[in-house]
């Protein structure tokens, strides 16, 4: 003890004890406040982006991701998919994709980043069905001339494998393309713009 009758020891001990028992009831505070300004999970959901892993999609297999509450394709066409979109020109609405329904790096025979890789938002243009994945060659309901596709089984319209709409058909335009990029040449991240791979 001190001249004056005071505790040294033990004021610097209770003013350490006072310190730490503030700042963890500071930190405690602060956690939930600065979490408050982090986007809700819907807000999340909205606009975040997604990332979807094509490194196990076969030859003319059909994947589903789902972005901002929709579900997007990833299709892995084949050589012989590719190579049948061109014939298909004559019979669809927008073959050259003018309107404005895929970004402007998709704009292109077909409409894709990759050509063997296609990515679209899995909703029919006309009332919002979402159409059936029917990638046979001439099936009896869809006549000679089908080369695979997507067809609406709401109101009948038909989608080659760029989601180009065919002509006589409900559907008014192509299917849209989301902004899309490949992030390596085996992970595709949907919702982010990216431009040529």
Same mark, same amino acid.
């Given at each position: ?17 006072? #310190? ?16 408050? *300004? ?34 997007? *394709? ?22 050259? #994709? ?47 001339? *089908? ?9 009948? #319209? ?40």
């Amino acid at each position: 003890m001190t001249a004056e009758g005071v505790d040294l020891k033990k004021r610097r001990f209770l003013t350490a004890a006072t #310190s730490v028992v503030g700042a963890v009831g500071v930190g405690f505070a602060a956690v939930p406040f600065i979490a408050s *300004w982090n986007p809700s999970e819907r807000a999340k959901a909205l606009g975040a982006p997604e990332e979807a892993d094509i490194s196990k999609l076969e030859p003319g297999a059909l994947m589903r991701v789902k972005w901002r509450g929709q579900v997007c *394709w990833v299709v892995h066409r084949t050589k012989q998919n590719i190579a049948d979109l061109p014939t298909l020109d004559p019979m669809l609405v927008d073959p050259t #994709s003018e309107q404005p329904q895929q970004p402007p790096y998709c704009k292109n025979p077909t409409r894709s980043i990759k050509p063997e890789y296609w990515i679209a938002i899995g909703i029919c243009t006309h009332l919002g069905c979402s159409p059936t994945y029917r990638p046979d060659v001439a099936p009896e309901d869809l006549g000679p001339k *089908w080369k695979g596709g997507f067809f609406c089984p709401c109101h009948g #319209s038909k989608f080659d494998l760029a989601g180009r709409v065919f002509k006589g058909v409900p559907a008014p335009t192509n299917l849209v393309i989301p902004p899309h990029k490949y992030v390596t040449d085996t992970l595709v991240m949907i919702g982010v713009d990216g431009g040529a791979a």
